[in-house]
Each structure stands twice: as C-alpha cells, then as structure tokens.
C-alpha cells in the first residue's frame, strides 16, 4: 500500500517528459490541459488507494459466495463489470441462491442502489458543463468511494478545470480493484468457504468512518449525522435496505433545520 | 452463461445505470431550488453514516452493543484516530489493527 502511494505521487517527476509539457504549455495551452488532466488523474487514483482497502474484502466474499450460489463463474464476474454495484451484486447472489425470479432480483437492485440518485444529485452542480460523453462512464462508475473523494476535490477552491479527470482516476480504480478481487474470491470461492468468519467485513465500516470524518466540520453536519444514524436504528426492519434513503433523509432534514435556526438565532442576536 | 443470467445482469445494469445517470443525463436543464441546493451537503455524510453505524452495531445482523464486540471497539478507535490523525490511510490502519489485535484479546 504504502508503496503504491509513494510510485503513484512519485508518477509525474518520473517521467522526463512530463517536464517539457509542462514548459511548452506556456505557449501551447494544450500542453498545459494535457499533463494537468494527468496530474488530476492520478491525484484521484491516489487519494482512492486507501478505500481499495475497504473493497477489497467484499470483493473477495463476493466471488466467494457467488462460487456456491448456484450463478455460473462468467455470469458473476459479468455482474461485476457491468453492473459493479457491491451491495445489491451480495443481494443478487443472494437471492439467485434462493432462486427468486429475476423481475424480482431486479426490482431489488433498483431499490438497493437508490442512494446513488443522491450522490449523482450532489454531483450535477460540478458536471453540468461536462458532454454525455463524459456524464455516462462517470455515472457508470459511481461508487460510494469515488463519491466521497470525489466531493471534497470538487468543493477544494481552485480553479482547476479537469477536476474530473480526478474523479475518472478514483472511478478507474475502484473498478480494476473490484474486477481484481471479485476474480480471486471466485477462484478461491471453494478453497476458503468460511471466507465470511474471518472478520474482513470490518474493512467496510472502518473505511466508512474515515470518509465520513472530513465531513464533520459544521454543528449542522455534526446534527446531521447524529439524526441519519439514530434514524438507521430506527429502520432496521425495512426490506432492500431502505433504511438507507430513509435515514438519509432524515439526516438532511435534520441538518438543514439546525443551519435555519442557527442562522435566525444569529439574526436575532445581530438585531 | 444462460439465458436467464443474461437476462439479470442485463436487467441489474439497466437499473444501476439508470439511477445513476439519470440526473447527469439532465444536469444542464435541472434547476435546484436554493433549499435542495443547500441541502446537497448532507448528503454524504448522512448517507455514509446511515450505511456504517448499523455494520458496527449490528454485526452478524443481530444487535451486539458490548464492549465485546470488536466491531464497535474498533469503530471507536477508528473515529478517535481519524479526529487525531485527519489523514485517511493512518485512519484506517489503526482502525484495522485496532479490530484484529482486540479479536486476539477477547
């Protein structure tokens, strides 16, 4: 890991020719576009390098349980590349296992992934001047991840103009991770059936808490979050975790009450 | 792969792409009213939370709210480091060395 991080910053200076591009971009403007689209891309990649750590478990569980669910080794890495959705690809497996109709396995997903309306509504605002020919890979390739790095590069003052350049390179590697250990855990699949037991599970919550932290810098969020968790207590007994958009509402509501009455009681306290 | 898998994968793909593109698709002609707009930011932090605080106290799917319970030890030191630390890869490996040295111990 620590590796990756230094090869990865250690990338551009590398590279004599990323020096000349960077000198000829003072006349040529393309230049300049050119090795900032890479410095952005490679920032992305390497500021997602630490969440690859969180995937890759339920990459490998993944495989592992698609491996006895009944779905052929093709169908389940098919999942993977075109669908490359973690939760709701667990679910499918799942319910495949169960032998639920397919109508059903797909309603199921459409629900499981609601909350990434919320993330691409997050995102409009920053990709709005981008052509479809970027919105499309961009939305194909959405995570929970990629979204959370990707926010905090989008709101960073700076006038770059290829911030997402930074957001294809988080994209990026999630997606060759997630091929990579889905993969494995299906070659393992039958070698390591009790995958499960292991406790790698817990990369999931840890990474999580590390994503949500940097968030954390208002009483509004601090409310926020306080309410969406008490919330996804509270919703543990709907079905397709739909507590997720539920408590992710309440969330939302909570903090956007606490910044309006923050806001009045310092009006008040102004007049 | 049969028929049917083709068919699932070909529906799952068509439904995640579909919530995932469709306000991108429209992103030039959609016009946020300045309440939605202000309410964009909780988004990730509520959303994130909404997904972590029941895999840590919740495990297995069955409430598990002891101290010996790794998941939520480990949780704990994970969110003290990351307030600490405030760099996300020493976040993460505290946290993981918290849950597994703590295992060792139980």
Known sequence: ?271 | MTASECILIAGMMAVTFGIRYVLFALADRIRMAPWIEASLKFIPPAVLTAITLPAVLLPKGEWHLSFSNPYLVAALVTTAAGIRTRNLLATIAVGLGAFFGYRLLL
């Not at chain 1, 959705?85 to 609601?114: D, E, H, K, R």
């Not at chain 1, 605002?125 to 961009?138: A, E, F, G, T, V």
């Open chain 1, 1 to 271: 890991m620590k590796q990756g991080l230094t090869s990865a910053a250690g990338f551009p200076a590398c590279r004599p020719g990323e020096m000349l591009v960077t000198d000829a971009g003072k006349s040529h403007p393309g230049g300049v576009a050119l090795s900032l689209r890479k410095q952005e891309f490679i920032r992305g990649v390497r500021d997602t390098l630490p969440l690859l750590l969180g995937a890759f478990p339920f990459g490998l569980i993944y495989g592992a349980v698609a491996a006895t669910s009944g779905l052929s080794p093709a169908a389940a890495m098919a999942m993977s590349a075109f669908v490359f959705a973690g939760s709701s690809q667990f679910i499918a497996v799942g319910l495949v296992a169960a032998q639920t109709p397919v109508a059903i396995i797909v309603l199921t997903t459409l629900i499981v992934n609601l909350r990434h309306m919320l993330y691409s509504a997050t995102l409009v605002p920053y990709l709005k001047d981008l052509s479809q020919k970027w919105r499309i890979p961009l939305a194909f390739l959405l995570t929970d991840e990629t979204f959370a790095v990707t926010v905090h590069r989008f709101r960073q003052g700076d006038a770059s103009a290829e911030k997402h350049w930074y957001q294809l390179g988080s994209s990026v590697a999630m997606y060759l991770n997630w091929q990579f250990w889905c993969l494995s855990g299906l070659m393992l699949g039958k070698k390591i059936p009790d995958a499960s037991d292991w406790g790698l599970d817990v990369a999931m919550p840890i990474t999580f808490i590390g994503m949500i932290i940097p968030f954390v810098k208002t009483t509004p969020v601090a409310v926020c979050i306080l309410a969406a968790g008490a919330a996804s207590l509270l919703s543990l007994n709907l079905p397709y975790k739909l507590g997720i958009v539920v408590s992710a509402f309440v969330g939302i509501a909570a903090g956007l009450m606490t910044e309006r009455n923050l806001k009045k009681a310092k009006r008040a306290l102004a007049s």
